[in-house]
């Protein structure tokens, strides 16, 4: 029997996911300050720091018996500690370790402080691949660790590796996890039991213990994949739920969808719509007609014809005497739809104006007035259009352009000047089923894949800097013929850091070299390899005004070679541009240099894009790049691109404060995505408030996890 004490002490030991991470044991105020860093702010923080391996003492094998060539983790006694010189500028450290069947040398290149942490007689841990050279086993391992007498106790055991920072060993995180998981007891399941016996999943409570110390390293995965259900399920309901306050109290405008002004629209279109588009627009014109509001997003590579969608939509709205407003992320592209659509219009009778940061005063106020007698239809225009005195007495659309270059408080500031209006986001980010599931799963979804017209296509070639006179023969070729071409650079000039690029797995190599920018590079071309071309700038730091002025004298053929940062990703088109050279390719994610490409060989002439890359022929970079030359299609682009970078940076989401996934692998729980955002439609359609007692720890648990993008929309 237990005494009463021990119980008392037990139950006062007990504490709650919410309490404050230095409530737990061992946590001590430095270490509470450590573990702060980390941002483990609370107990549930903590409990949910994921290892991020395992070292698997159950598969430890003896020095003597480990295979040449393999990959093993091998627990053995120091010997020795020896701090190498071999060359004036490399450092290394090289380890003898003994264990009763043999000896094995374990070299760490460039981290002398190693010779401090470890001495003859301490019992450590390795892992790595093991080679044979001079007559020993040796090993650079990719992990090791000194044993303690915990550790040496806990033999024969799988153990955690967490990832950790100053002030936080991974022994006495173990330590704290390992107190936490006890001192909470079994948390509750916050997912509904129907749903946990459905979908097979180990329960919450077997799950948090499992992924920290796991039985086996199967039942680490099967809890990896519970905890990564909960995540995305979590994550549907919070953008559902947030999307139920940020239209709260608002009129859904059934739309007429069979007017004169859609069928005038339609008939001046001087082409019949694609296939894919037919189909795009009956689900956007249903949605518009439909008693709810809609919330669909249309995705299409550059040049699939999804602007056309967008026009027949507007037109819908003019039929049904009310008004759309349709913003893009930057003013080019916005003047681009007022020369592309605006005529179209025009042929629909359809009253419209264009509203930018350059838009001049007077100009500005004459536009806002009619807007808000009502005498305007429609509207083009930048984040211009969010300023408080943009009124509109019945918008009922709001059309979206590469929507993930927009906040999520951009996007509802336009959303609130209509109370109801039905949203059309449009990106040409090909983003793969599980992504746009996952992070966009509150919207439906219409996909064009096809362009309407194959322009004449596009070669891509891959080539080391040294071979770069190739490309430039090609724009001197181009230019000749009366074309005109692209250089794009990673940076702007000399001042950028380059912290605005996409984050890419060859990032970390940055400092080592100099990447190109824009400004000298032009100097450079300009005096050597373009002698006598009349080349231009376009950068993402040039005025509103300047960046028009370089896109206008390029479209007018002024310049032959425009030199660029990825401003020109978005949107230009210029058909007459047919070679395109990037630098530094490798610093780019492979959507952005799809994107990229995708800006020549749109006409009737062929497109060229070289990316230079000065990585080795066999590095991973350049393998990555050589998918480009392998495929046209952006989907497989996406997929690729998701398996190799983590889904946030995809998008470039991080820099947009959107969701990133932490325990989800995107690219391998496709299954648990498909499966969380079909449950959490079901709870949608049930219990849509989520207000049934089964249902209450749920909402709680969603609302905690997800209180900042809460806050976002509240804030908006
Ligand atoms: P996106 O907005 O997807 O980049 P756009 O709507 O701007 O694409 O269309 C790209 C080009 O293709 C435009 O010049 C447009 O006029 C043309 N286009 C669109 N749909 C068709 C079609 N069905 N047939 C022929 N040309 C089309
Ligand atoms: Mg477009």
Redesign the pocket.
């Known amino acids: 029997m237990t005494s009463a004490n021990e119980v008392a002490g037990r139950v006062q030991r007990t504490c709650r996911l919410d309490e404050g991470s230095s409530r737990l044991r061992y946590v001590t105020g430095k270490r509470g300050e450590a573990l702060r860093r980390l941002g483990l702010l609370q107990v549930r923080d903590v409990l949910y720091h994921l290892p991020s391996r395992y070292l698997d003492f159950t598969r430890v094998v003896a020095i003597g018996y480990c295979e040449v060539g393999a990959d093993a983790t091998i627990v053995g006694r120091v010997d020795k500690v020896e701090l190498k010189r071999p060359k004036p500028r490399l450092q290394l450290v090289e380890v003898a370790v003994v264990d009763d069947t043999g000896v094995l040398f374990a070299t760490f290149f460039r981290q002398p402080w190693i010779a401090e942490q470890l001495h003859p007689g301490d019992l450590v841990a390795l892992s790595g691949k093991v080679t044979f050279s001079y007559g020993f086993k040796r090993m650079t391992p990719t992990f090791h660790e000194v044993l303690g007498t915990d550790e040496a106790a806990s033999y024969a055991r799988i153990l955690p590796v967490y990832p950790v920072g100053e002030g936080v060993s991974v022994p006495w995180m173990r330590r704290i996890i390992s107190a936490a998981l006890c001192d909470v007891g079994d948390v509750c399941d916050v997912v509904p039991a129907s749903i946990v016996a459905g979908r097979s999943l180990m329960s919450l409570g077997r799950a948090l213990r499992e992924v920290h110390f796991p039985t086996s390293l199967v039942a680490a995965e099967e809890a990896r994949r519970r905890l990564a259900y909960d995540e995305l399920l979590l994550l549907q309901l919070m953008l559902l739920a947030r999307q139920r306050i940020e239209l709260a109290g608002s009129e859904p405008v059934e739309h007429v969808t069979d007017g004169n002004h859609l069928h005038a629209l339609v008939s001046a279109l001087p082409?019949?719509?694609?296939q894919e588009?037919e189909v795009a627009l009956g689900e956007v014109l249903a949605d518009m007609a439909a008693p709810r509001v809609m919330n669909r997003l249309l995705l299409?590579d550059?040049?699939?014809?999804?602007?056309?969608v967008a026009a027949a939509a507007i037109a819908a709205v003019a039929d049904t005497g009310t008004q759309a407003a349709m913003m893009a992320p930057t003013s080019v592209l916005a003047r681009q739809y007022a020369e592309?659509v605006g005529p179209l219009l025009d042929a629909a009778g359809i009253p419209w104006a264009l509203l930018t940061g350059a838009t001049p005063t007077a100009e500005r106020t004459s536009v806002l007035q009619m807007l808000a007698a009502g005498e305007l239809c429609c509207i083009f225009g930048t984040t211009a259009l969010l300023t408080e005195d943009v009124e509109f007495p019945r918008l009922s659309l709001v059309v979206i352009d590469e929507q993930h270059r927009f906040g999520v408080n951009q996007r509802v500031s336009l959303r609130r000047k209509g109370a109801g209006a039905d949203m059309l986001s449009m990106s040409?980010t090909p983003i793969p089923r599980t992504l746009a599931l996952s992070l966009y799963g509150d919207m439906s979804c219409s996909r064009i894949r096809h362009r309407?017209?194959a322009g004449a296509g596009v070669t891509t070639k891959v080539l080391a800097p040294e071979n770069s006179d190739l490309a430039y023969g090609a724009i001197r070729d181009a230019v000749a013929a009366g074309h005109q071409a692209y250089v794009i650079c990673p940076l702007v000039d000399e001042r950028d850091d380059g912290s605005d690029l996409d984050d890419v797995p060859e990032r970390s190599q940055a400092q080592s070299r100099r990447l190109h920018a824009a400004t000298s590079t032009r100097e450079e071309l300009a005096r050597g390899p373009l002698r006598g071309l009349r080349l231009d700038l376009l950068t993402g730091r040039m005025s509103a005004d300047e960046k028009d002025a370089a896109m206008t004298r390029f479209r007018a053929r002024e310049t032959d070679v425009l030199v660029a940062t990825t401003v020109v990703e978005v949107?230009v088109d210029v058909p007459n541009a047919t070679v395109m050279l990037v630098l530094d390719a490798d610093r780019f994610g492979l959507a952005t240099l799809h994107q990229l490409r995708g800006r020549v060989g749109r006409g009737k002439d062929a497109g060229m894009v070289y990316l230079s890359c000065a990585a080795g022929p066999r590095s991973p970079a350049r393998k990555r790049l050589a998918a480009l030359e392998a495929t046209s299609d952006g989907f497989e682009l996406a997929e690729l691109d998701l398996s190799l970078r983590r889904e946030g940076e995809v998008l470039g989401y991080r820099q947009h404060g959107g969701v990133v996934l932490k325990v989800c692998d995107l690219s391998s729980d496709k299954d648990l995505v498909e499966a969380a955002h079909a449950d959490a439609d079901v709870l949608a359609r049930i219990d849509p408030e989520l207000r049934a007692p089964v249902h209450a720890a749920l909402a709680l648990e969603c609302r905690q996890r997800y209180r900042a993008y809460f806050e976002e929309v509240e804030r908006a």
């Open positions: 082409f019949k719509l694609s588009q299409g550059v040049g699939t014809g999804k602007t056309v592309g040409a309407p017209v949107g």
